[in-house]
């Protein structure tokens, strides 16, 4: 959490200075806050916090720290699946997360 409190803590102090850039999008403290916390509240609202455990499988991107901190937000802890499996159809990823230790949230 203590990453999760030092986003909070320069969001607070500078909510409008750049947190993330990547290629041509950049996001602020104050947008990736606010974005992360959407994301915590849907993934508490389906059963996800501590003790929980939410593989991320996303190209490197804005998106992809949104969802790195949405995840701790949550509670939960997040682990990488190592590749890009966004190309998947959404009912094979559902298929490969049914067998692991992951759930899958579209």
Avoid: W
Wanted: charged share 15%; aromatic share 10%; hydrophobic share 40%.
């Amino acid at each position: 959490m203590l990453f999760n409190c030092g986003v909070k803590a320069r969001c607070r102090q500078a909510p409008d200075v750049a947190a993330v850039r990547f290629s041509d999008e950049t996001v602020t403290y104050g947008e990736l806050y606010q974005r992360a916390g959407r994301l915590a509240s849907y993934l508490r609202a389906h059963g996800v916090g501590p003790n929980s455990i939410v593989g991320t499988a996303l190209p490197r991107s804005a998106d992809l720290i949104v969802a790195l901190l949405g995840t701790l937000q949550s509670g939960a802890a997040y682990s990488a699946t190592g590749h890009d499996i966004s190309h998947f159809p959404a009912s094979a990823l559902r298929r490969r997360f049914r067998s692991s230790m992951y759930s899958y949230y579209q």
